[in-house]
């Protein structure tokens, strides 16, 4: 079997997160997978990241990501572009609480999954949204 090459597993895990499966998502990480938020908050395993994707999915159902540009050096891709989505009010996706913020992204694959997960981006327009009083 044939490995992919970084980018292209990068690029099939934010098809995966724009599908809104979390179980297609969570097959794309190492069990040992981390995640590092915007604002720095880590997270570590699979299964971790299982819970936190239907969390995530739950508050922003329409959640998506997209890329401009994509930079890779060995198994380390740097991503840049945006995401999107509306954050729900009571299961109703309302037109005003709707955002899109450019962003950017660091992955590290191994063997062909993704291993670690980081977001840059200012996320102040979201977190204001969900109603966090310190945005």
């Not at 724009?18 to 981390?34: E, F, L, Q, W, Y």
């Not at 009010?89 to 291993?115: Q, T």
Request: hydrophobic share 45%.
């Amino acid at each position: 079997m044939v490995e992919k090459e970084p980018v292209a597993v990068v690029l099939d895990f934010m098809e995966r997160v724009n599908s809104g499966d979390v179980d297609s998502i969570c097959a794309a990480m190492t069990p040992d997978h981390v995640f590092v938020d915007a604002l720095g908050a880590r997270m570590v395993s699979r299964e971790t990241m299982r819970t936190a994707w239907r969390y995530y999915f739950k508050m922003i159902p329409d959640y998506k990501v997209s890329h401009e540009e994509i930079f890779a050096k060995g198994d380390t891709v740097a991503v840049f572009g945006s995401a999107r989505g509306t954050v729900a009010d009571d299961g109703k996706l309302k037109k005003e609480n709707f955002w899109e913020i450019p962003a950017s992204w660091k992955a590290v694959v191994r063997d062909g999954l993704v291993a670690h997960w980081q977001v840059y981006a200012d996320n102040y327009q979201v977190r204001k949204l969900m109603g966090d009083p310190t945005p």
